[in-house]
């Protein structure tokens, strides 16, 4: 508009009215893509607050009642005699377990990856980096035929350990490590006299802090949503957590398995149970968030 | 792998190929012991199949979560039997999960539950040839009692002549229709298809926007063309079906479709669509569908207040001296071949199929059962909510055309994909039933069918 | 395993220092090993010695992948996937580093985290969780951007997913829910750039567009190559999108749409579970093949 118009006044003016537009550009991007990505869960969050027919019938972004949220809570309660809660409860155990096992496993390997030279490190990227190309449906029978084999179908090892597994925060921690941690930050240390694990836990864990949390955060979600294997591997329904529960409250909704028959679960009562499906997630991920701080690194080597 | 960039030294290149070695004796070790699993020593032949042996334990039972009433009912009734029930999702929507389940147990040589109850009807259809359905009428379930389900319930149970499942409930269809509503417009119940058409046509000249009926769900073709004796899906034998969608049974129900269609007085939307729910959930006159619309439908997702719906018989084909009709779902219960409590299982199958307690008085479809399904439908008729009795249903139970089967290929998938979206680019079904047997064709092959055509 | 061998070899060409870094670098992975032999490599191999062998173990060429190549649904599946990982990777490359680099001009960090708070929130809808949504998202006659359906020409849920708009809903819903993790990852990576450098492009008079272009986009290299070769396998092995979308259109559209689909129908709806393991593997070339010319380019490996 105008902008164009006085361009060449503009150059020579301080800088605050000249950026306006550039800021006025960046600000509606991102208020289209907050839109994007937040309209369809304000949708959620009050679609739970609503009866099935209010949430056919009525305005799609209108709050129901408090009183229809707790009608919904009880009934989605009811199922299967507190089903929800004891499904939550089976994936807070096998998400925690299996992240503190990533994070002892997946930190250091990363680091040594990164910063230290050995044998077969590069065969070690190189199989890690094929290993989770590979389409994981294929892979369930191969496991599930492994997981026998050592006698541990129908215990939550048996998804637990497999969740343990994790390339993607192996490499996340490379990463980190080779792009913003200085070798010679390691080598001055060496050159103090630190050993190896010493080096390690004085000087890269502590400046590691940012990828642990990313790491943690994402094995905790990638636990957290898995639905095939633990919809495979678990033979006892009490043992179901809350994703491949939420699967068959879904098979439960008319509208989605018609020869259901009979109306054991209305659409508002799965939203809500989406809702404190996706709560933990939330929550851990505003407490990772806290320690992705900046310019941990800034200053800390000489360049 | 190609990932790897010229080595840059030789040592590793040997030690990525001894590592890749020892990563393939652990793969071989690993095999030996997972095939050391099933073996099959001890059984003995009984009853049509060779039995392991029997042991004391809790009898392992898969329900999906409307049958966990069932099984919770028969624990209370009978407490001194050790009963280990688990819900799973039925196989609802073609999820397969107890075929997954059975093919990594058939590999591990344990893990079978000993009674499974699922929604679908075409178990049998992978469950024989992967040797865990049990026979039942060969010593299990005596004959009397195999006699008394509904005429033809068992077909989708039965190979060859062997019975390998029980089924659940029946869900034959019926001409649903609002009977105030019919008496306020002054039309009478259509009996045969040629009135039912015309009663269409005339419902979209005098009174717009009401409906005759639905065309725009999955099951479509199963509640019309299977009521029309279309023989889209014959299946001859385990692995063989006839296909013809293009015959005179199958062009005339599909023509009339199209009128009713072309004319507004058929939905194309579906029933359980929020379109449905929103926009015609008070428009419709007549329906025809599965025994299970009344309640499912009606009652609990359209919230048609009592008093209104009724259930006459389907339209026939004027001059059509067999009547018939379609069928949409209705579960079946399968017996494991490798359980170990053979006794308990089948005294569980037998109740949960024919006993009043369940059937008659709690379940929420149709009993395939006929004495149960008697006390049914009382219970129904007692229930107050229609605006009839539901003796139509007890007279289609047995109306169900048989040559149409249930193989391992989906038909509601198929017409789903293929006729579903041309139906709502406006497309005719007529001009698309060729294009329909294509696909079941083509479908059929891949799932291993000889299809003759 | 391999890795514990004795350097014995190397020891007399190497410094002291580096041999006992080598030990240690092994101590660090040893586990790892341990986990990435029992649930990678293991199930891998086994997959495949699946693709080439038959239901009785008997080893059969590559019958297993003519077989599967042979099923009409299989070109057609190629093709979808084809289109689709199009779209995907050139959404997820340019919004994702695009917005990673505005949210960190952000004057306002509080703002800026609230920001990458929201945009992460559909990462936690995973699956099963998110059919309800998307059914009433797309359906215009209860979607709350029904007017904007409208506007695009779409009356019903039926118009929405008509066959022609499948690859770009895909990419909608995977975009959804992916894109606000990858902000985060690509964010932290911005923040690790150090101020020094970023204070040098500033005094030289570098653009904002500038220092992304020349120095922000140029140090971000690994994570951005990383995240397009986990973006293109995923994308290659599309499922839960047209499985998602097919569940709640019970059945019209998306059932069959991928290769990843068809190789669950082969494993366990037809018990041919070395035809699965066949297209796998094809799954497994395609992705490793794209790796590998990303990882020669980028120097992904190199430790400095």
């Known amino acids: ?303 | 792998m190609t990932v790897n960039k010229p080595s840059s030294s030789p040592q590793r290149a040997v030690s990525r190929r001894r590592s890749a070695l020892l990563a393939g004796c652990a793969a071989t070790v690993l095999l030996t012991v997972s095939a050391c699993g099933g073996g099959t020593a001890g059984t003995t032949d009984k009853d049509g199949f060779a039995q392991a042996p029997q042991k004391d334990g809790a009898l392992t039972v898969w329900v999906d979560a409307t049958r966990m009433d069932a099984a919770k009912l028969y624990q209370k009734l009978h407490p001194e039997v050790k009963l280990d029930i688990v819900s799973y999702d039925g196989n609802a929507n073609g999820s397969n999960y107890l075929q997954t389940k059975v093919q990594l147990f058939n590999r591990t040589g344990k893990g079978w539950p000993d009674v499974v109850f699922s929604s679908q009807n075409n178990e049998v259809s992978w469950a024989v040839e992967a040797g865990f359905a049990a026979p039942l009428n060969k010593g299990l379930v005596d004959e009397a009692t195999l006699g008394r389900f509904a005429k033809g319930a068992n077909d989708v149970c039965t190979v060859d002549g062997t019975v390998y499942c029980l089924r659940n409930d029946l869900s034959q269809a019926v001409l649903w229709y609002n009977a105030p509503l019919l008496k306020q417009f002054g039309y009478t119940v259509p009996t045969t298809w040629e009135e039912y058409q015309q009663l269409g046509e005339k419902v979209a000249k005098e009174h717009p926007g009401y409906l005759v009926g639905d065309a725009g769900d999955s099951f479509t073709p199963e509640i019309y063309l299977w009521a029309s004796k279309c023989g889209a899906n014959d299946i001859t034998g385990p692995k063989s079906v006839s296909v013809n969608t293009t015959s005179e049974a199958c062009t005339r129900m599909a023509k009339l479709l199209d009128v009713l269609i072309k004319n507004k007085s058929m939905s194309i939307s579906g029933v359980f669509s929020t379109d449905f729910g929103k926009n015609k959930a008070d428009k419709v006159l007549l329906m025809p569908g599965p025994a299970w619309f009344g309640g499912a439908v009606f009652r609990d997702t359209l919230k048609t207040p009592a008093k209104q719906i009724a259930a006459a018989p389907l339209p026939q084909w004027q001059g059509d001296g067999s009547p018939s009709t379609g069928n949409v779902g209705g579960g079946t219960w399968l017996l494991s071949q490798h359980s170990t409590h053979i006794k308990a299982a089948t005294d569980f199958l037998k109740w949960v199929t024919t006993d009043n307690a369940y059937q008659g008085e709690k379940a929420p479809g149709y009993p395939a059962y006929a004495p149960a399904a008697e006390a049914w439908l009382k219970g129904q008729n007692a229930s107050g909510y229609f605006a009839s009795d539901l003796s139509a249903l007890a007279a289609a139970s047995s109306q169900v055309w048989p040559k149409w089967g249930s193989g391992q290929f989906s038909q509601e998938a198929i017409w789903a994909a293929t006729v579903k979206p041309g139906i709502t680019q406006g497309k005719s079904i007529a001009s698309m039933l060729p294009a329909w047997q294509d696909a079941i064709v083509k479908y059929a092959q891949s799932n291993g069918y000889k299809v003759s055509q | 395993m391999t890795l514990s061998h004795s350097p014995s070899g190397s020891a007399t060409r190497r410094p002291r220092g580096v041999d006992r870094q080598s030990r240690a670098g092994i101590a660090f992975v040893a586990a790892y090993v341990l986990l990435l032999i029992a649930f990678g490599i293991l199930p891998t191999g086994y997959a495949v010695y699946f693709a080439f062998t038959d239901a009785g173990g008997t080893f059969t060429g590559f019958s297993n992948f003519v077989t599967t190549a042979q099923d009409f649904r299989f070109m057609d599946a190629v093709g979808h996937v084809a289109v689709y990982l199009l779209f995907w990777l050139v959404s997820l490359v340019v919004f994702v580093v695009s917005l990673a680099l505005l949210l960190h001009r952000l004057a306002s960090s509080a703002v800026s985290r609230s920001l990458r708070f929201l945009f992460y929130i559909p990462g936690a809808l995973a699956g099963a969780a998110s059919v309800l949504v998307w059914l009433f998202m797309l359906d215009p006659t209860v979607s709350p951007v029904s007017s904007l359906l409208g506007m695009l020409g779409f009356d019903t849920f039926g118009e929405v997913i008509a066959p022609g708009n499948l690859a770009l809903l895909f990419t909608i819903i995977a975009f959804w829910t992916g894109a606000g993790g990858w902000i985060v990852v690509i964010y932290g990576a911005l923040n690790n750039i150090p101020k020094d450098v970023m204070e040098a492009a500033r005094i030289d008079g570098a653009s904002a567009w500038q220092t992304a272009w020349h120095v922000q986009i140029p140090m971000l290299r690994k994570w951005i190559v990383y995240m397009v070769i986990l973006a293109f396998a995923g994308g290659a092995q599309l499922f839960v999108e047209p499985q998602l979308l097919s569940l709640a259109s019970v059945g019209v559209a998306g059932r069959d749409y991928s290769l990843n689909q068809l190789t669950y129908d082969f494993a366990f709806q037809m018990n041919n579970i070395n035809g699965a393991a066949a297209v796998s593997v094809e799954l497994l070339v395609v992705s490793v093949s794209a790796a590998a010319l990303f990882v020669a380019r980028s120097g992904f490996f190199d430790a400095d």
Not at chain 1, 11 to 19: K, L
Not at chain 1, 51 to 61: E, I, Y
Not at chain 1, 81 to 96: E, I, M, P, Q, R
Not at chain 1, 160 to 178: A, D, E, H, K, N
């Open chain 1, 1 to 303: 508009m105008s902008r164009a118009h006085d361009q060449v006044s503009e150059r020579r003016r301080p800088r605050s009215p000249r950026r306006l537009a550039p800021r006025l550009l960046i600000g509606s991007v991102l208020a289209v893509f907050m839109v994007f990505f937040v309209l369809p869960v304000l949708w959620l969050v009050l679609a739970a607050t609503k009866t099935d027919q209010q949430l056919v019938h009525g305005s799609p972004l209108s709050f129901g009642s408090w009183h229809t949220l707790k009608t919904n809570w009880d009934a989605l309660t009811a199922f299967q005699d507190n089903a929800v809660l004891h499904w939550l409860g089976n994936s807070t155990l096998y998400a925690v377990i299996s992240l503190v096992i990533t994070l002892c496993v997946a930190v250091p390997a990363g680091y040594a990856l990164a910063m230290t030279e050995f044998r077969g490190r590069h065969t070690l990227l190189v199989s890690t980096l094929v290993v989770m190309l590979m389409p994981t449906a294929t892979l369930v029978v191969p496991l599930f035929l492994e997981i026998n084999a050592v006698h541990l179908i129908g215990t939550m090892w048996s998804i637990i350990l497999p969740y343990s597994f994790y390339p993607f925060g192996v490499y996340l921690t490379y990463i980190y490590f080779t792009t913003a941690v200085p070798k010679d930050l390691l080598a001055a240390a060496r050159m103090d006299g630190c050993s190896e694990f010493g080096v390690f836990r004085h000087i890269a864990l502590p400046l590691a802090t940012p990828v642990i949390a990313l790491v943690g955060f994402f094995s905790f979600v990638a636990n957290w949503t898995n639905y095939f294997l633990p919809y495979v591997m678990l033979p006892e329904s009490d043992q179901m957590p809350i994703q491949v529960g939420i699967g068959s409250l879904l098979s439960n909704v008319p509208s989605f398995n018609p020869a259901v028959g009979t109306l054991a679960i209305e659409r508002p009562q799965l939203a809500l149970a989406t809702l404190i499906a996706i709560t933990p997630v939330l929550i851990v991920f505003l407490f990772a968030q806290r320690f992705l701080v900046s310019g941990m690194l800034a200053g800390a080597t000489k360049e």
